[in-house]
């Protein structure tokens, strides 16, 4: 049982994270948290057993979103691989780091990084994108209906971006793609579905780096992962087949609650328990 509930949750954090560009481990690591108060086969999970268990299965999440986002011709290569130039030293600093916690401390501090990001994909869904004369690298790219969107941005500045949001993946096994999505669809004008499918590639690389990290630490349980792989393979496809056809608006607005009633649960208990 303990193992098909580890399979169902890697399918949905792959879903979910493939669908708005999260990573699926803003889910993983609380959940992790979570099951190893509840029940005595997660017994040994501790905040860093969750972050190197969650990073090493997002690599597979983003490797399996971006292969279908790579379909419908929705990845910006070139963007993305110059964003890694930041957000790959960023992850294994932030996998380095991640050993500092212990389980009170991370757990509020990841409870308030929860609720920031909430923030953040509320600030995304009202937040109007910046007006701005394009300089540095100038991209375009054409939907399904025609319609041609014009993206730029600044080498240095894309690049230190990437760095802190791969140190925060690193840091708290998240992936990252949470800070990155509105940051280039706000700060760059990347078009959303771009901005979506160009993270997933980010995060996939970065998940790479921070895990070898990780590994080297003795961070990751390979049962668990071994479980949550094949959940988060599927999922990361599903997640990429829906954002190809439905609007995200309602799934942002329920992750947002949830992201916010987590991140409450999770610094109750780094305070009181």
Same mark, same amino acid.
């Given at each position: 049982?303990?193992?098909?509930?580890?399979?169902?949750?890697?399918?949905?954090?792959?879903?979910?994270?493939?669908?708005?560009?999260?990573?699926?481990?803003?889910?993983?690591?609380?959940?992790?948290?979570?099951?190893?108060?509840?029940?005595?086969?997660?017994?040994?999970?501790?905040?860093?057993?969750?972050?190197?268990?969650?990073?090493?299965?997002?690599?597979?999440?983003?490797?399996?979103?971006? +292969?279908?986002?790579?379909?419908? #011709?929705?990845?910006?290569?070139? =963007?993305? %691989? @110059?964003? !890694?130039?930041? *957000?790959?030293? $960023?992850?294994?600093?932030?996998?380095?780091?991640?050993?500092?916690?212990?389980?009170?401390?991370?757990?509020?501090?990841?409870?308030?990084?929860?609720?920031?990001?909430?923030?953040?994909?509320?600030?995304?869904?009202?937040?109007?994108?910046?007006?701005?004369?394009?300089?540095?690298?100038?991209?375009?790219?054409?939907?399904?209906?025609?319609?041609?969107?014009?993206?730029?941005?600044?080498?240095?500045?894309?690049?230190?971006?990437?760095?802190?949001?791969?140190?925060?993946?690193?840091?708290?096994?998240?992936?990252?793609?949470?800070?990155?999505?509105?940051?280039?669809?706000? +700060?760059?004008?990347?078009?959303? #579905?771009?901005?979506?499918?160009? =993270?997933? %590639? @980010?995060? !996939?690389?970065? *998940?790479?780096? $921070?895990?070898?990290?990780?590994?080297?630490?003795?961070?990751?349980?390979?049962?668990?992962?071994?479980?949550?792989?094949?959940?988060?393979?599927?999922?990361?496809?599903?997640?990429?087949?829906?954002?190809?056809?439905?609007?995200?608006?309602?799934?942002?607005?329920?992750?947002?609650?949830?992201?916010?009633?987590?991140?409450?649960?999770?610094?109750?208990?780094?305070?009181?328990?």
């Amino acid at each position: 049982m303990s193992y098909l509930i580890l399979i169902i949750l890697g399918f949905i954090a792959g879903t979910v994270g493939s669908l708005i560009g999260l990573g699926g481990g803003i889910i993983i690591v609380p959940a992790m948290l979570y099951l190893s108060t509840m029940t005595s086969f997660f017994h040994d999970v501790t905040p860093q057993t969750a972050i190197g268990t969650s990073l090493l299965v997002i690599i597979f999440t983003g490797l399996s979103s971006t +292969l279908a986002y790579m379909k419908y #011709k929705t990845v910006d290569y070139k =963007s993305g %691989l @110059i964003f !890694f130039i930041g *957000s790959g030293p $960023g992850s294994i600093i932030g996998a380095y780091l991640s050993k500092l916690f212990n389980a009170h401390t991370f757990s509020v501090w990841f409870g308030l990084f929860m609720i920031l990001i909430s923030i953040t994909l509320m600030l995304k869904a009202k937040a109007k994108p910046v007006n701005k004369v394009h300089k540095g690298i100038i991209r375009t790219y054409e939907d399904e209906s025609g319609e041609l969107y014009t993206y730029s941005y600044r080498i240095f500045t894309g690049i230190a971006i990437a760095f802190f949001v791969g140190l925060l993946g690193g840091l708290f096994g998240i992936g990252g793609g949470s800070l990155m999505v509105p940051a280039m669809m706000l +700060l760059f004008l990347f078009p959303p #579905k771009v901005a979506v499918a160009t =993270s997933m %590639l @980010i995060i !996939f690389l970065s *998940s790479v780096t $921070g895990s070898v990290s990780h590994i080297a630490e003795g961070h990751v349980n390979w049962l668990y992962a071994l479980c949550l792989v094949p959940g988060a393979w599927f999922g990361g496809k599903m997640g990429a087949w829906v954002n190809k056809r439905v609007r995200t608006k309602t799934i942002v607005l329920f992750m947002r609650v949830v992201l916010i009633l987590i991140g409450c649960e999770l610094i109750y208990q780094g305070i009181f328990s």
